[in-house]
């Protein structure tokens, strides 16, 4: 079984607080310790889709390395389980699959990205602190794979298009003036990590890939000149 600390015990070592998802010990347990020497505050492991979605809402963790075959469902139902028990949260999938149906079920279920096992240590190290920082991070040739769905997608009926909440449509519009999240966050009088979470939601509501594909949909729309 998986280990679990609350918020309040010991001391964080990192900003970014971090839980892994895998039913395999050996491998949740060694890219933990890892992640640990390293700097990051690992604050969680689970095992399985319902410890993942409890852990997530007791130790409410920045970023969370998710494994896409676990024994009682899959990777993107613990993704959406995880996000629902706690929506701040960004969900890396870090599986041994680079199946289509996989990436795209993974995405579709709130994943911000994908990375393959096969890769290096520093690039999972880059790609948790990038996910932290709410960049969309995926193993080369994954990406286009995910961005020509969304653009097939994307060209569904028109009244079928995603609504957007106001603020989300707020944040969009700064986007679209090429202003960070530190400066939107001022201008809103909210939270960088609060401006984040918004674009992250208008990513996937929108089915775009990245920060400069949501600048793009927005000046298209005139966002940018209200």
């Known amino acids: 079984m998986g280990t679990v600390r609350t918020p309040h015990e010991g001391h964080a070592v990192s900003e970014l607080r971090v839980m892994v998802v895998d039913d395999h010990p050996m491998w949740r347990d060694g890219v933990a310790r890892d992640l640990t020497a390293i700097g990051f505050d690992v604050v969680a492991t689970a095992d399985s889709v319902a410890s993942a979605t409890a852990r997530a809402g ?14 009682d469902g899959t990777g993107a139902q613990a993704t959406a389980g995880v996000l629902a028990a706690h929506p701040g949260t960004r969900v890396l999938i870090l599986s041994a699959s680079d199946e289509r149906d996989d990436v795209l079920d993974a995405i579709k279920a709130g994943a911000t990205g ?109 966002l940018d000149a209200e």
């Open 114 to 222: 994908y990375l393959v096992k096969s890769a290096q240590q520093s690039e999972l190290v880059a790609a948790v602190r990038a996910t932290g920082d709410g960049q969309t991070v995926f193993t080369p040739g994954l990406a286009g794979l995910v961005l020509g769905e969304y653009r097939r997608m994307s060209q569904g009926p028109e009244n079928d298009a995603p609504v957007l909440t106001g603020r989300e449509t707020e944040v969009l519009r700064y986007v679209a003036k090429g202003m960070s999240s530190r400066q939107i966050a001022t201008r809103l009088e909210i939270s960088p990590r609060t401006v984040e979470n918004h674009v992250g939601s208008s990513l996937r509501k929108l089915q775009l890939g990245n920060r400069v594909e949501l600048a793009r949909y927005a000046i298209e729309h005139g």
């Open 58 to 71: 007791a130790v409410r963790p920045d970023v969370v390395l998710m494994d896409m075959n676990l024994p």
